[in-house]
Structures are given as C-alpha cells and as structure tokens.
C-alpha cells in the first residue's frame, strides 16, 4: 500500500509541473499576446489565426497529459487495446518496429492491475527507444492458471550488469521495480552490449 501511495503522489508532482511548464507557459504566452493586440504591422485576421494555433496547441497538451493520467483506451476497450494503441503511437513517431503478443482474460483483472501493466510496458518500450536506441521490440503478455507473464525484449544497446541496478537515474526503472512490487510481482532481466535487453515480469493472479 505504501508504495503504491508514493507512486501515485510521484506521478501528481510530474504532471502537476508537466502543467506548470507546458500548459502554464503556454497560457502565460496568449494572456501577453492578448495584451499587447495586434501589432500595427500584421492584419487582425492573421493575428487571430495565430491566436487560435496557439489554443491548438493548449488543446493539444492538455489532452496529451490527460492520456497520461488515465489512458481512454484502458476504459473504452481494455488493456489490450490500450497497449494497441500505445505500440502504434510510438511506432508513429520513432523509427522502430514493435510487435505486441497478447492473450488475457481481462475479465478477471482489476483496474489498478492494468494501469500498472500499462505503465510499466510504458516505461520499459520508452527506455528501450530512448536510452538503448532499440530498432525491435517485442512485448508479450499472457495468462497461465496462476499468474500473468509479461517479457518485454529489445535490440538496443544493452544494460551495463556491472554498473547496472534498479534505482538507475534517468531511466524510470525504480517505478517500474515499485510497480510490480504493489502488484506482488517479480522482474527480472537479461543483458549485454548486443542484442539488447530481455525483461520477464510475473504477477500472481491471487
């Protein structure tokens, strides 16, 4: 309980400044446009098209940090489409090829179960592009009688198992070690320089 409590107060502070530093500042940016008017050297029309880009963009980054709160996909489908949708937004914007297995009984699993399924193949597809610049990445989840499975491997640059630990800076892995905990989980990881890194992550279903 304890850790999912410090868990979630960690993700408020992050999107608590993710507001702050992206919607604030694009707020504070339109209340000065808005004072100054239109300049003298720039018609009225094209002042309010700059005006109504700039809404856009608010828009746009608030929709962004309400996916991350809670993604839509997890309530409108489930868990499966949810991972669908992350694997094809970041195949979209990277140029990397993911593949997702998938066979659960989503049934059977509670809604703090699939967010922190959710997150943690989050986490661990965005240190596998960002961090170890993987090309592939495989992520697998399936269901035995007793426990769900989840692997998720890349052909990036690898983990250093000399240096390496989960409370690496910079790489969100003390989150994703917090997550599975509160989930009564075990994770484990296999690396080198080449072909990446391969997690294994089980979760009790009792």
Request: proline content about 4%; glycine content about 10%.
């Amino acid at each position: 309980m304890e850790i999912t409590l410090s868990l979630v107060e960690e993700e408020r502070a992050r999107i608590a400044g993710d507001i702050h530093d992206e919607i604030g500042s694009l707020l504070g940016l339109m209340k000065r446009r808005l004072e100054k008017g239109a300049p003298a050297d720039k018609s009225f029309e094209a002042w309010i098209k700059e005006q109504i880009r700039l809404i856009d963009e608010i828009v746009a980054s608030g929709r962004t940090l309400a996916y991350e709160l809670y993604p839509p996909a997890l309530e409108r489908g489930g868990l499966g489409p949810a991972l669908g949708d992350l694997i094809g937004m970041v195949g979209d914007s990277v140029p990397a090829d993911l593949q997702l297995n998938y066979q659960i009984d989503e049934v059977i699993l509670s809604n703090e179960t699939k967010i922190n399924i959710y997150r943690i193949v989050q986490e661990l597809i965005n240190n596998a592009v960002k961090h170890a610049e993987a090309t592939e990445i495989t992520v697998d989840l399936s269901m035995k009688a007793d426990r769900i499975s989840l692997s998720v491997k890349d052909n990036g640059t690898g983990l250093d198992n000399k240096t390496f630990t989960f409370s690496h800076p910079g790489r969100g892995l003390p989150g994703i070690r917090a997550r599975v905990k509160s989930l009564k989980g075990t994770m484990h990881y296999s690396s080198g320089k080449k072909p990446g890194t391969h997690f294994q992550i089980l979760i009790p279903l009792s």
